[in-house]
């Protein structure tokens, strides 16, 4: 197994068991997970959910998420306010422009209801399992273009394929920024009971290094990382007013509400 993030070799790194616990009948026929680590980046991922069909995959996604809405479990959902909350900052401070901006793979619209709701800002949605055709502001496949902002709620660590990276990225416009909130750490840990290893659905597990790649491939140039909204945003270019804006708000709110970096923020060490 190659590293969808750098093309370098992958070796075994541990096995988890599903046989016990909240979600061992979702994986009553798989029952253990094989995880490779890459030897250069250290970005991890699932061989067991690579080699899963596309059927069993929707199949497990679409229990998972049932079994979520159905039970109390110690899983945290992201933290929405706290993301509307950043993206209209930095919509305040001319930082981002969310008009017309894309909610890839938003679910049930629960981000864009907040920002409408309390922020009077609109961003479109487009999730290719959970569709309403209620809801306006949802796209259809056919209607996806380019974006001055892409954004992404715990979409990075349930990728299996690099071309699914790289479709999300595709639709950020020219001089566009991209939106993504994940886990991202210095090593993952070789431990089966690592709490981000224990959704059956979670099959991509990136590093600090991973990331700074896919930003490099990607021609992103600095970020930004709101550590209440546990989220980064990537820019290709306008880096020294993105610089002076991150030190503007934080003066005015005096605090480090927001970290600045050329490159990736490794804010988690």
């Known amino acids: 197994m190659k590293c969808l993030v750098c093309d370098n070799k992958m070796a075994f790194f541990l096995r988890k068991s599903f046989d016990q616990g909240d979600f061992s009948l979702l994986m009553q026929d798989i029952k253990v ?16 959910h690579f080699k899963m069909s596309e059927e069993r995959w929707f199949v497990l996604n679409k229990e998972f998420h049932h079994f979520l809405e159905t039970q109390e ?16 900052v930095l919509k305040t401070n001319l930082v981002l422009n969310l008009d017309g901006g894309l909610d890839y793979a938003g679910g049930l619209g629960t981000l864009t209801k907040v920002l409408r709701k309390y922020f009077g800002l609109e ?3 487009f999730d290719p399992y959970v569709m309403d055709e209620n809801e306006g ?23 299996r394929f690099r071309d699914q990276f790289d479709e999300l990225n595709s639709l950020v416009s020219r001089t566009g920024c991209l939106a993504i909130h994940t886990l991202v750490c210095e090593s993952i840990p070789q431990d089966e009971n690592w709490f981000y290893f224990e959704p059956p659905v979670h099959c991509s597990f990136h590093t ?3 990331m700074q790649i ?33 030190l503007s708000i934080n003066s005015e709110f005096q605090t480090d509400y927001l970290y600045y970096k050329e490159g990736f923020v490794d804010y988690w060490k």
């Open 214 to 246: 896919l930003m490099d491939q990607w021609g992103y140039k600095g970020s930004i990382y709101c550590p209440s909204a546990k989220m980064w945003v990537l820019f290709k270019d306008n880096l020294r007013h993105v610089e002076s804006s991150v």
């Open 33 to 48: 997970v094989e995880y490779h680590k890459c030897d250069f980046c250290g970005f991890v991922a699932s061989e067991t």
């Open 208 to 210: 600090n290094k991973s």
């Open 73 to 88: 479990t110690g899983i945290n959902q992201p933290p929405y306010l706290f993301q509307a909350n950043f993206l209209n």
């Open 137 to 159: 502001f949802y796209l259809g496949r056919q209607d996806l273009g380019s974006f001055d902002l892409v954004l992404n709620s715990a979409l990075f660590e349930h990728l």
């Open 123 to 125: 961003l479109l949605v």
